[in-house]
């Protein structure tokens, strides 16, 4: 990092943490009303109208996912700051329109696009990755982790109260607004060191035979997959478990909203927490830890016979898992040279992207064929699994243990 960077990179942390609220909080504000806005667009039928819901949802996360080396590698050509500029700008855009939509084509397309626009936490991370100083960047993309944390836990609370008050179609524009303010908070404050263009530099691309830490980058890969995998295996189940769990059918939905917003409460309160600890114990010990406790924390959730028992352990769960974004994201950049950052960053989201696909799909079909209680236990092998391969490939294979 230049030194010019280093003098200011707190801002720009600051900037990129209220965009990556304001960006995930806007996206995630649709998503309790999305299956009734289906239905205002000419959705008929339960089946019909959960089903394109479903697709509606999941079209953001395909986009995105395909779209995130793209955008990684122009940012290591063209700058980060640029890729923050037109991710929020496009998002803007895209989600205001999606209050204009008159059919469940024109909402699909949009999902699509938005996803194909976005990434703007995933650009900020990288920006902070490459500009906070080696020894606080745990600290400092553990910031950027609680914002899209927050961002998570407040939106959907928020878009269960708004379309009621000024409707749905307004609630569109208030959160492409909202992206709109995050968009002209990064054009104006966040500054980057002048960089050039790729046709004008001489510097040849670091290939992916030539990097270092091949083993290290693949490892973070697939554990960002597991983490968002085993966040996702319990969100179609949710709502049904608790049924089983209480007599009292009135209060199911909202006892599985707690359930589901505990976890992101516990990843606020300790992700820049854990970001501190990391930088001075070692990013890939904390990752080690917190999938140990998060898969050992996985059993008892098995076999709870009260929603408030789950809702504590899905709490420490979240306290656990909420340094792992931060740490796999300074390992990344500890073992690839600067160039290339933005690039292998971009496959890290995809393979989260693609966790997010695959853990409902995986819970899904586990709870239906195997019964629900062993969702919870799949899930904890592989996140043990997943600490035992960063043990044997990171920790065991080095004297030092890897920032």
């Known amino acids: 990092m230049s030194e010019a960077g280093n003098t200011f990179w707190h801002r ?20 309790p ?11 008929t039928g339960h089946a019909a109208v959960v089903q394109w819901a479903g697709i509606a949802y999941s079209a953001t996360f395909l986009s995105a996912g395909l779209i995130a080396p793209v955008w ?10 640029a ?40 650009g900020a991370t990288i920006l902070i990755a490459v500009q906070a100083p080696a020894k606080r960047s745990g600290w400092a993309l553990g910031m950027i982790a609680s914002g899209v944390m927050a961002g998570n836990l407040a939106g959907p609370l928020a878009g269960g109260w708004l379309p009621p008050l000024i409707g749905i179609r307004a609630t569109f524009w208030l959160a492409g607004a909202l992206i709109f303010i995050a968009f002209l908070l990064t054009l104006l404050l966040i500054r980057e060191p002048v960089k050039s263009s790729g046709k004008e530099t001489n510097k040849e691309p670091v290939s992916w035979s030539q990097l270092p830490g091949r083993a290290a980058v693949l490892c973070m890969l697939l554990t960002g997959l597991l983490l968002m995998l085993a966040n996702m295996s319990i969100e179609p189940i949710i709502t049904v478990f608790i049924r089983t769990l209480t007599s009292d059918t009135a209060t199911v939905t909202h006892t599985a909203g707690l359930v589901m917003s505990a976890a992101a409460l ?12 990391a930088d001075r114990i070692g990013h890939v010990r904390v990752i ?11 059993i008892p959730q098995a076999f709870v016979t009260a929603g408030w028992q789950l809702i504590g352990l899905r709490f420490l769960m979240g306290i656990a898992l909420g340094g792992l974004l931060p740490c796999i994201a300074a390992v990344i950049r500890s ?27 995986l819970g899904g079909f586990t709870g239906a064929h195997f019964g629900m209680r062993f969702v919870f236990l799949v899930t904890s092998l592989l996140m043990l699994a997943g600490a035992a391969l960063n043990w044997r490939v990171l920790l065991r294979r080095n004297a030092s243990p890897l920032k």
């Open 72 to 81: 990684g590698r122009l940012g290591d050509r063209y700058g980060r700051k």
């Open 33 to 43: 009303f999305l299956p009734l806005f289906v239905e205002q667009l000419g959705v």
């Open 266 to 277: 516990g990843s606020v309160i300790s992700a820049s927490w854990l970001g501190r600890l």
């Open 12 to 31: 720009n942390l600051i900037v990129c943490m209220v965009g990556s609220f304001s960006t995930v909080f806007a996206m995630t504000l649709m998503l």
């Open 335 to 361: 073992r690839v040279p600067e160039e290339r950052v933005g690039g292998i960053m971009g496959y890290s989201v995809s393979a989260q992207f693609i966790g997010q696909f695959t853990g409902p799909l």
């Open 83 to 122: 890729m923050l500029v037109r991710a929020s700008l496009g998002m803007a855009l895209m989600v205001s329109l999606m209050g204009f939509a008159t059919n469940i084509w024109h909402l699909l397309i949009l999902r699509l696009l938005v996803g194909l626009a976005g990434g703007y936490s995933s």
């Open 288 to 298: 080690t830890g917190a999938l140990t406790a998060a898969g050992l924390l996985l």
